[in-house]
């Protein structure tokens, strides 16, 4: 699992309130990302992390923002959480694959149902 | 955008045979290509990977070949067993350029005994 774990792995919340949802790594990776997954496409990318305090948007980044103080956290906030954003948030890291390649490995999880 | 392109289907292969998923993508600029396992409620796992200098790359029981020509690669699973039930998706990029990974839809593999 690349050392990712990521909080809270299920939330419920409601239409307007913020929620942030954290992922931790232990192995000192310098790139980080955040993914929604939702029926019919394939993994989206939101935000990604370049190291601590660099960070740029992807591919589907209206409504989130994200924060990275230290290494190992890289966080996801729902400023105002809206229904279309329920979904299956994945975080992921990449390390070099054999030297040549970063390849990207996913943490468990978060999936988010907004009322 | 180019993007991946990989059907939905669900493959049911009973155990013992060998599965074949395919995948198509677009972008001819892609140079890196990875599939991908997702066990439900599971995050993505990396299976194999392929670069675009080979025509064939082999793993534990799994095999990854490519066809530039078309623009389309596959995943031989070997021997299929229970544990291999699951959604598996390609994955493209560019190599030097981590953020910049593609993803498809996913094929549901179905093992029945």
């Known amino acids: 699992d690349a050392g990712i774990t990521q909080s809270p792995r299920h939330k419920v919340t409601e239409t307007g309130t913020p929620v942030t949802l954290r992922c931790h790594q232990t192995e000192n990776h310098r790139y980080m990302y955040w993914y929604r997954q939702d029926p019919g496409h394939g993994l989206r990318l939101i935000h990604y992390?370049?190291?601590?305090?660099?960070?740029d948007k992807g591919e589907v980044s209206d409504g989130y923002s994200v924060s990275r103080s230290k290494t190992e956290d890289f966080l996801l906030t729902l400023e105002s959480a809206t229904s279309s954003q329920t979904s299956v948030y994945f975080c992921?890291?990449?390390?070099?694959?054999?030297?040549?390649?970063?390849?990207?490995?996913f943490g468990p999880g978060t999936r988010l149902l907004v009322l | 955008g180019e993007s991946v392109g990989l059907h939905l289907p669900t493959l049911s292969v009973q155990e013992g045979d060998n599965s074949i998923i395919n995948c198509a993508y677009s972008?001819?600029?892609?140079?890196?290509f990875i599939w991908y396992k997702q066990e439900s409620g599971k995050g993505p796992q990396f299976i194999i990977d392929i670069r675009s200098n080979m025509d064939k790359r082999q793993g534990q029981r799994v095999t990854v070949l490519l066809n530039k020509t078309v623009k389309h690669l596959s995943l031989q699973i070997a021997a299929t067993q229970p544990g291999d039930s699951a959604v598996y998706f390609c994955?493209?990029?560019?190599?030097?350029?981590?953020?910049?990974?593609?993803f498809g839809t996913g094929t549901r593999l179905q093992v029945t005994l």
């Open positions: 972008n001819s600029a892609s140079d890196y």
């Open positions: 992390s370049y190291g601590v305090k660099d960070t």
């Open positions: 992921a890291i990449s390390e070099l694959n054999k030297g040549w390649q970063e390849t990207q490995y």
């Open positions: 994955a493209e990029n560019i190599i030097g350029t981590a953020s910049k990974l593609t």
